[in-house]
């Protein structure tokens, strides 16, 4: 069993910056990708980004290329995204993943991450 939990939410003004964190309990996380996605009101979960087993490759949604960066503490068995400048269109619940295949080669899809965090609220006003 694999315990998520996300923080750092918040309100921030549109070109601002948030950080957030997810930490993890219940098992080591460096052998597993791990990943962050966002469900706006009204709309399906989508993909934001996600850091490999080692830490070498990243990934984004063409959305926020530019502007988030992922990153893994996996001594400390954790993941971070980092959001500057906020856009209005970030507004939603972020959601931290991991998915449970050792040494993945590729990011995995959304349907094969195993376990998910309660999410963190993040709005970004204009």
């Known amino acids: 069993q694999v315990q998520l939990v996300e923080s750092g939410g918040g309100l921030v003004q549109a070109g601002g910056s948030l950080r957030l964190s997810c930490a993890a309990s219940g098992r080591t996380l460096s052998f597993y990708f791990m990943g962050w996605f966002r469900q706006a009101p009204g709309k399906e979960r989508e993909f934001v980004a996600a850091?490999?087993?080692?830490?070498?490759?990243?990934y984004y949604a063409n959305s926020v290329k530019g502007r988030f960066t992922i990153s893994r503490d996996n001594a400390n068995n954790a993941v971070f995204l980092q959001i500057n400048s906020a856009k209005p269109e970030d507004t939603a619940v972020y959601y931290c993943a991991v998915d449970l295949t050792r040494y993945r080669g590729r990011p995995p899809t959304s349907n094969e991450y195993d376990y998910w965090g309660q999410g963190t609220q993040v709005t970004v006003s204009s």
């Open positions: 850091i490999s087993w080692n830490v070498v490759s990243t």
